[in-house]
C-alpha cells in the first residue's frame, strides 16, 4: 500500500493551499481517510476525516475553513485549506484506515507534504 501527499508549500496567511493524497495497492473506497498534521514541538493531531460514505469531521481549529472530499474513481483524497493562518504550518499526513465494520484492522501512512503559513 502506498499514500502519496502532495500539494504542501508556502502559502500567506488568508490563502488557500490544496493537499492531495492519491493511495494505491488497496481497494480505496470502502476505508476511512483522514489527514493529520504535525508541527514542530507539538503533537500529530486530527485534521479532517471522511468515511467511505462520505460523512466528514474536522478538528475544531480548521472548522469552517477546510473542507476533506474524496475521489473514489480515482483513489484520492483532498485536504482544501482555506483562510490559512501561521498556525496551520505543520507537515500534513494523510493516512488510510480500515473501515470500522472490518474484521482486520489495518492503518497506513503517507510520506507527509509541508505546509508553512507566512504572516
Known amino acids: 500500500v502506498q499514500l502519496q501527499a502532495s500539494g504542501g508549500g508556502l502559502a500567506q496567511a488568508g490563502g488557500s493551499l490544496r493537499l492531495s493524497c492519491a493511495a494505491s495497492g488497496i481497494s480505496f473506497s470502502i476505508n476511512v481517510m483522514n489527514w493529520y498534521r504535525q508541527a514542530p514541538g507539538k503533537q500529530r493531531e486530527l485534521v479532517a476525516t471522511?468515511?467511505?460514505?462520505?460523512?466528514?469531521q474536522f478538528g475544531d481549529s480548521v472548522k469552517g475553513r477546510f473542507t476533506i472530499s474524496r475521489d473514489n474513481a480515482k483513489s484520492t483524497v483532498y485536504l482544501q485549506m482555506n483562510n490559512l493562518k501561521p498556525e496551520d504550518t505543520a507537515v500534513y499526513y494523510c493516512?488510510?484506515?480500515?473501515?470500522?465494520?472490518?474484521?482486520?484492522?489495518?492503518?497506513?501512512w503517507g510520506q507527509g507534504t509541508q505546509v508553512t503559513v507566512s504572516s
Open positions: 493516512n488510510l484506515k480500515s473501515p470500522p465494520y472490518s474484521v482486520s484492522n489495518y492503518d497506513f
Open positions: 471522511i468515511t467511505s460514505g462520505g460523512s466528514t
